[in-house]
């Protein structure tokens, strides 16, 4: 199987001539030491005293190093014997630097030049001597086995947990303290305690050192917080006066144009002469007489649970006298428990606002029609919510935004039975 790595070997202390049966064996105890690096980390890092054979690979080794990267799942990397010998083992495919030499040699080449010879562990490989004084690298793709043949790291001898002079002298050092202390608290005595708090000065002053520190954070605790409420107010005050701005602003644009349209219509009532018609703003939109009240129901008998109905009032058919844009009501849907003329009484109030929502549209658009239907809900409290668009056709949604949030201020008499939801079309045209 070929092995897809690099062998590298350097020689420290032993020339290349040292290679060889005769020369002389280290006198002290020889030692291996072995460093494993994946790239520029290292991995593993062991000294073999006394040598012995070391192994890589997925099972039964020294270091677990993946088969894709050896090229085996169980590479021999280094051999030695009973005797002392120590072999490297250049698998095939892999490269070895020995002894100064700077070309790198594959394990055919080992054999070949006399420095290894054929491996008797693995198939293919060469085995090279390692003598001692000599270093080492192996490369397996990105991983480096570097192996150095030396002498083992002198040890330091153990010494006696407990030693004689040692001991004398802690136990001589601890009597000293003793009698030092001893001296001290027969001259200086007892401090005296305070006769309120009963603590000496010291430890009262150090209280008084700790309260005066806790003063002090709840004061800067006190000033942040007095911050952050004084700039909670400032936004506050902002919010509010743009908001009371922007109100007068939707109100001034309101009686302008109210006071527009009633010049309009007081210019167009003396052009055409005396009139016993109401021309104004209020005898325009309610020029037509109030419908007549309903008659009243027969007495039944009183029913457990009231439950909402849904009623649903006729479209406003009448001519609408006038040249000028025309606002009517549609079919109103009613579901609740708030009779309808009510509703339609208290939205005909604010026909003035829908009107000037319209007028902005024909600037635009002189030609501009359609119907805004807006669908909002009448609260317990007669307050009103969940105001939206009920299906309006106007193409103009300037015109439609504008009479939606016309009804957010609209306000009802409460409704006895819960809630009422409401669907309120408005017709709106040029006029003549």
Excluded at 58 to 69: N, Q
Excluded at 160 to 184: C, D, M, N, W, Y
Excluded at 360 to 389: C, E, K, T, Y
Aim: glycine fraction near 8%; aromatic fraction near 6%.
């Amino acid at each position: 199987m070929a092995l897809a790595g690099e062998v590298t070997a350097t020689e420290g202390v032993a020339p290349a001539e040292s290679f060889g049966r005769s020369a002389a064996r280290v006198a002290s105890r020889p030692a291996i030491d072995i460093i494993v690096r994946w790239g520029d980390c290292v991995i593993y890092a062991h000294e073999l005293s006394p040598p012995r054979s070391f192994v890589v690979g997925e099972h039964d080794c020294d270091v677990t190093l993946p088969a894709e990267v050896l090229g085996a799942p169980r590479v021999p990397a280094l051999l030695a014997r009973w005797d002392g010998d120590v072999r490297l083992v250049v698998p095939k495919g892999a490269r070895c630097l020995l002894g100064g030499q700077k070309k790198r040699m594959s394990a055919a080449r080992c054999i070949e030049r006399g420095i290894g010879q054929a491996s008797s562990t693995m198939r293919d490989a060469a085995e090279v001597p390692l003598l001692p004084g000599q270093t080492a690298t192996l490369f397996f793709q990105s991983v480096a086995i570097d192996l150095c043949f030396s002498s083992a790291a002198p040890r330091m001898a153990r010494r006696p947990l407990f030693e004689k002079r040692v001991a004398l002298t802690q136990l001589a050092s601890f009597f000293a303290h003793a009698a030092v202390i001893g001296v001290l608290f027969f001259l200086v005595g007892p401090a005296e305690l305070h006769e309120d708090y009963g603590l000496s000065a010291e430890q009262l002053y150090e209280l008084q050192e700790r309260l005066w520190r806790l003063e002090e954070k709840e004061r800067e605790l006190q000033r942040e917080l007095d911050g952050y409420e004084w700039r909670a107010r400032r936004n506050q005050r902002r919010n509010q006066a743009s908001i009371a701005a922007s109100q007068d602003a939707w109100m001034r644009a309101l009686e302008e144009g109210s006071n527009r349209w009633s010049a309009q219509l007081a210019a167009e009532a003396r052009d055409e002469g005396p009139s016993d018609e109401d021309r104004s703003l209020i005898g325009v939109l309610y020029d037509w007489p109030e419908p007549p009240a309903p008659p009243k129901p027969a007495p039944v008998a009183p029913v457990r649970e009231a439950r909402p109905t849904t009623v649903t009032m006729p479209a406003d058919t009448r001519p609408i006298r006038g040249r000028g844009p025309q606002v009517r009501m549609g079919a109103v849907s009613v579901s609740g428990r708030l009779p309808p003329e009510v509703i339609q009484r208290i939205v005909r109030q604010n026909f003035g606002r829908f009107r000037l929502c319209y007028e902005n549209g024909l600037r635009n658009n002189p030609n501009l029609q359609g119907r805004v239907a807006v669908r909002f809900v009448i609260g317990r409290d007669g307050a009103v919510s969940n105001v939206s668009n009920g299906g309006s056709d106007m193409p103009d949604v300037g015109v439609v935004l504008c009479v939606v949030r016309s009804f957010h201020s609209l306000s009802f008499p409460q409704p006895e039975g819960g809630i009422v939801s409401v669907v309120y079309p408005v017709m709106m045209s040029p006029g003549d």
